[in-house]
């Protein structure tokens, strides 16, 4: 099966995956979400401010016919009156200019976030390959948003002529009105018209930044055999990390032994655990210095035996420390009892006093 292969696409994208295609410049963003809310933001700049940039761009043309008469032509002239015209003009239409930048940088950092990069201006030999871009015209992607465009004009334009048809029919019905009157229904029939096509385009373009981010998804899934290499270089390869694990073990276990021939006591269950105790002057309470079961067991006796170390079988003590106590860690309180007991008759064998 493809699924098995790792040829299939099934798996949801890694944090890992969307950072690097991020980096790429390749995220989830609709042009067409960003268009509306431009024209939603100029078109209300205008209904707002439409009397104040109208008032001023009127004054300035005056100022500019009324000084034709008085100045004299030359190109030192027609140069000042040309840079303190643009002044003006500019000083008038800033501020539309910087709301519009200002919210058409908020739209892209609401969709995408904030990242900066230059890997889609890199120069790439298939976008100028005249093979790969026949392969992009046609390619389902390009069908996809063909459909989308047809779509949205068909949308629009039928929202568009269902506003102008009845506007027109109130308007044409209006003969006996006086031209204020005409005037005025006309600049409120064109606002309504404007609202309702830019309400209806918003709506359109909220739906294609939602195909946006679908379709992103579907484009940055994984193969299994992708995951699996990515986890790889995450985690290191498993065989790897297994041979790591196996021989820091051996050298625990190595370490371990070692400790077994200085060890003041071997407690035995008798032979399927041995846990090897050590005690000196100062500490709290004797320590575990190593413990296993079966085979290790049988190593540590042997050790036990060829270092001198008393071997001493009490099933249930062997059990409780093998189960309870860590290697390198005290006895809890509650085998203090039976450990002094075992430690007692150790020094009583060996002549030593216990402390």
Do not use: C
């Not at 410049?25 to 700049?45: D, K």
């Not at 892209?108 to 026949?134: C, M």
């Not at 001493?312 to 106590?325: G, T």
């Amino acid at each position: 099966m493809a699924e098995d292969t790792g040829q299939e696409r099934t798996e949801r994208a890694t944090e890992r995956r969307r950072e690097e295609t991020r980096q790429k410049g390749q995220v989830a963003r609709s042009i067409e979400l960003n268009s509306a809310i431009m024209l939603f933001a100029g078109f209300f700049i205008l209904f707002f401010f439409g009397k104040y940039i109208l008032t001023h761009l009127t004054a300035l043309i005056t100022d500019m016919f009324s000084l034709t008469p008085v100045f004299e032509v030359d190109t030192g002239t027609i140069t000042n009156i040309f840079l303190d015209m643009m002044l003006r003009y500019f000083t008038v239409l800033l501020p539309v200019f910087v709301i519009l930048i200002v919210v058409g940088i908020l739209v892209n950092i609401l969709q995408v976030g904030f990242i900066v990069t230059g890997e889609p201006l890199r120069p790439k030999l298939n976008k100028i390959n005249p093979f790969e871009g026949a392969k992009r015209l046609f390619s389902q992607k390009s069908a996809e948003t063909l459909l989308r465009d047809v779509l949205k004009i068909i949308v629009v334009g039928w929202i568009g002529y269902t506003a102008m048809t009845g506007a027109l029919d109130t308007i044409m019905g209006m003969a006996g009105a006086t031209a204020r009157e005409i005037i005025a229904y006309t600049g409120s029939a064109v606002f309504s018209i404007s609202m309702k096509i830019l309400i209806g385009y918003l709506v359109l373009a909220i739906l294609d930044y939602g195909y946006q981010r679908w379709d992103y998804e579907r484009s940055i899934m994984m193969t299994r055999q992708e995951l699996r290499e990515e986890l790889k270089q995450l985690e290191g390869d498993p065989l790897m990390r297994a041979r790591v694990r196996a021989v820091q073990r051996e050298m625990a276990r190595r370490r371990m032994m070692e400790e077994v021939p200085e060890a003041e006591v071997v407690i035995t269950n008798p032979t399927e655990i041995a846990v090897a105790l050590t005690y000196e002057p100062g500490m709290t309470a004797p320590v575990v210095v190593a413990k296993g079961m079966r085979l290790i067991a049988e190593r540590i006796r042997a050790l036990a035996v060829e270092a001198g170390v008393p071997i001493v079988e009490n099933v249930m003590l062997a059990q409780a420390l093998y189960k309870s106590v860590d290697i390198g860690r005290p006895i809890p309180e509650d085998l203090y009892t039976a450990v002094a007991e075992v430690l007692a008759y150790v020094y009583q064998l060996r002549g030593k006093k216990v402390v």
